[in-house]
């Protein structure tokens, strides 16, 4: 059983930066395609950013790209995302998951295991 938790959330100002990592346990990260999440108020859960499992190959949302990076350290068992230019509508709690396949996947029900989340608040 793997076990995510998630931090690194905050309050930052529009225009700001946050990083937010995510560190597994009971099981070695490598094994994983892994993904970011997010869920606003009032939305569903949505997809971010994933990253196959040797960090190879990454797969944005439109809405994220070329200001949110995913990294991993497979010898840390802990994933990344870099989250620049942060705006209002990043506003969300942030979930890492795990699927057991080489490469992430948009669905959230395609994926195995999830931490309890992060916040992200973004002023304007």
């Known amino acids: 059983q793997v076990q995510l938790v998630e931090s690194g959330g905050g309050l930052v100002q529009t225009g700001g930066s946050l990083r937010l990592s995510c560190v597994a346990s009971g099981g070695f990260v490598s094994s994983y395609a892994m993904g970011w999440f997010r869920q606003a108020p009032g939305k569903e859960r949505e997809f971010v950013v994933g990253i196959t499992r040797t960090g190879g190959s990454k797969l944005y949302a439109e809405s994220v790209k070329g200001r949110f990076t995913i990294s991993r350290d497979n010898a840390k068992n802990t994933v990344y995302l870099q989250m620049n230019r942060l705006e209002p509508e990043d506003t969300a709690v942030y979930y890492c998951?795990?699927?057991?396949?080489?490469?992430?996947?948009?669905?959230?029900?395609?994926?195995?295991?999830w931490g309890q989340g992060t916040q992200v608040t973004v002023a304007s």
């Open positions: 998951a795990a699927k057991m396949t080489w490469s992430p996947v948009v669905a959230t029900t395609s994926y195995d295991y």
